[in-house]
């Protein structure tokens, strides 16, 4: 069974940092892109971003490149969402995501029951 | 950046009516459109892939048809459970992949 669980949320000020952690189990972890993708209270999906299996290709919206970085840990089948200089608009659910095929980070099948960020003062 | 338009925002249909979804994108995006449906407190599920394709286990009353700029998904007798949001995505350009902003259907 697929299983991805994220952690690492909680209350930050404006302008700190927090890490975020996705531990999954059921699949092929390593030849897996993955995704992160948050939502704000109240509103909609917005993909924040993806890494290949290997870690060797990474890829950011723009709302968060250079302030966010995603990385893996295959050997323990995790993947991870550094997140610095955040903003009140970083306020939102983080969701962990699988892609349906290996290789590929587009189409999510398997989501986590997603970790909640909140920026403010 | 492709952005996808959803319509109508909010759609009132009664159970075991037809609700039928549009999604709109700026941009050919050939077949490269998923749905997902999502209830409250919950992630998102994946219902489609490919405008047309089911997902595994989704029940044979969702369906997807388009291509193009143009797609619709349609639940062809409302159960209970549908009653909740649904967001189309393109996975044609990316990144980023990027969503639209939602149908939420509700009870008429």
Known sequence: EVQLLESGGGLVQPGGSLRLSCAVSGFNFNIYAMNWVRQAPGKGLEWVSGISGSGGSRYYADSVRGRFVISR????????????????????????????AAGTLDILDYWGQGTLVTVSS | ?????????????????????????????????????????????????????????????????????????????????DFVTYYCQQYHSWPPPTFGQGTKVEVK
């Open chain 2, 1 to 81: 950046e492709i952005v996808l338009t959803q319509s109508p925002a909010t759609l009132s249909v009664s159970p075991g009516e037809r609700a039928t979804l549009s999604c709109r994108a700026s941009q050919n995006i050939n077949s490269d459109l998923a749905w997902y449906q999502q209830k409250p407190g919950q992630p998102p599920r994946l219902l489609i892939y490919g405008a047309s394709t089911r997902a595994t286990g989704i029940p044979a009353r969702f369906s997807g048809s388009g291509s193009g700029t143009e797609f619709t998904l349609t639940i062809s007798s409302l159960q209970s459970e």
């Open chain 1, 73 to 100: 840990d295959n050997s323990k089948n995790m993947v991870f969402l550094q997140m610095n200089s955040l903003r009140a608009e970083d306020t939102a659910v983080y969701y962990c995501a699988k892609p349906r």
